[in-house]
């Protein structure tokens, strides 16, 4: 039964061993890849028919994308604009959704900057401008090595493609395009995130009083899950922009990450005397006492969410929390009961919380451990949410 279902972790990691044997193949034959390109297209498209017959569309789609970049990276020689054109038509060929080609153009856009074909690589990058901010990137990138090549007047002020390198990235300031459209570029190593973060250490310097560089920086580095350039942009940040919501917002936030509760604390405090109005510090000051089962600080900072006219069920639901945290069964069931009344018009989330509540109540030891995770979690996620939190 080769169609029987597979769980999609076991299906993922026999795609990627069928793309390590492409590429294998791709870089031990590509000059007969190159002389035949619509054949091999078929056999990867064939290939996959075979192997994954009920292989969604976009996986089948991504997988032609990667397969593309593998084959014009190994690629020895410059590529004209014929083979280009050639080798994205075939691929886009064998995908199974014929339309829009950002990831192939991106593609191709990426060779030319490698060959140091700069003015035709961004004709490629500049029709999906804003598709991902790091084609943007690419884009000023392109301009910027422009400004670079031999015979440019160099003197104390930029030249034209420096200044274009410079518009490019101010405009992906205003747009603020995602930052995650492109998967195949996710690695952290891949030449795309490489030329990003290049760009991006320009744009600090020709812009030092942007804060925006910084919040594009900080958003990639946690997609990319790169803790360590994270804290580095924050600390800039922080210390360079030391009363900007966002960056104390999320500076609180990798503290808690790190388990690092007095920092988490100063924040607050920073938070509470900076913006005494906003209902930010508060919540991160209920959600301090929460993670450090501090019923006291809890009770403090409860008393202000009410002086500031906290959504009453939010602090019943909150109450329920702190309960859960600190390990108390029967009181969360109570408090959560409280927190029922007082959430009308919304059973259908007041239910869910029921079925985790009652994991943690009557569970096993594991089943209410994780159960008391999920609960905490779901929460505050609703809170932030319901407190306009999110963006913070």
Avoid at 319 to 327: H, P, T
Wanted: net charge neutral.
């Amino acid at each position: 039964m080769d169609d029987a279902w597979q769980p999609e972790a076991l299906r993922n990691r026999k795609l990627e061993q069928l793309q390590a044997t492409m590429n294998e193949y791709v870089g031990r034959n590509i000059a007969q890849v190159e002389g035949n390109l619509p054949v091999f297209f078929g056999h990867v498209a064939a290939t996959l028919d075979k192997t994954f017959p009920a292989l969604d569309d976009r996986s089948y789609d991504d997988f032609i994308d990667s397969v593309t970049l593998t084959l014009l990276s190994a690629t020895r020689e410059n590529p004209t604009p014929e083979f280009l054109e050639k080798t994205l038509r075939h691929a886009m060929g064998n995908k199974r959704r014929r339309k829009g080609r950002a990831t192939l153009d991106v593609v191709a856009g990426l060779k030319l900057i490698d060959t140091g074909n700069y003015l035709p690589a961004i004709d490629y990058l500049a029709r999906h401008r804003d598709y991902d901010g790091r084609v943007n990137a690419a884009i000023a990138y392109s301009y910027y090595a422009l400004s670079l090549a031999p015979g440019k007047k160099q003197d104390l002020r930029p030249n034209d493609m420096e200044l274009r390198a410079r518009e490019e990235m101010l405009a992906l300031c205003r747009s603020r395009p995602p930052l995650d459209r492109l998967g195949i570029f996710d690695r952290k190593d891949t030449r795309m995130n490489q030329i990003f973060w290049f760009t991006l250490d320009l744009a600090f310097t020709w812009f030092p009083s942007q804060p925006e560089f910084y919040r594009i920086g900080i958003l990639r580095a946690k997609h990319e899950g790169d803790t360590e350039r994270r804290r580095t942009l924050l600390g800039r940040a922080t210390e360079r922009f030391p009363d900007d919501r966002y960056f104390l917002a999320d500076a609180f936030a990798v503290h808690v990450e790190q388990r690092n509760g007095s920092a988490a604390a100063a924040v607050v405090k920073q938070m509470m005397q900076q913006y005494p109005d906003d209902p930010g510090p508060i919540y991160f000051g209920l959600k301090l006492a929460i993670l450090g089962s501090q019923p006291a600080s809890y009770a403090s900072f409860r008393k202000l969410a009410i002086l500031k006219q906290f959504p009453r069920h939010l602090l019943l639901m909150l109450d329920a929390v702190l309960e859960v945290m600190c390990g108390h069964k029967t009181e969360s069931y109570l408090c959560f009961e409280e927190a029922r009344k007082a959430s009308p018009g919304r059973e259908y989330y007041i239910t869910a919380l029921e079925y985790i509540l009652r994991d943690f109540v009557e569970g096993d030891e594991e089943r209410s451990k994780r159960a008391r995770s999920v609960f905490f979690t779901t929460v505050d996620q609703y809170c932030m949410h319901a407190l306009k939190l999110e963006g913070q």
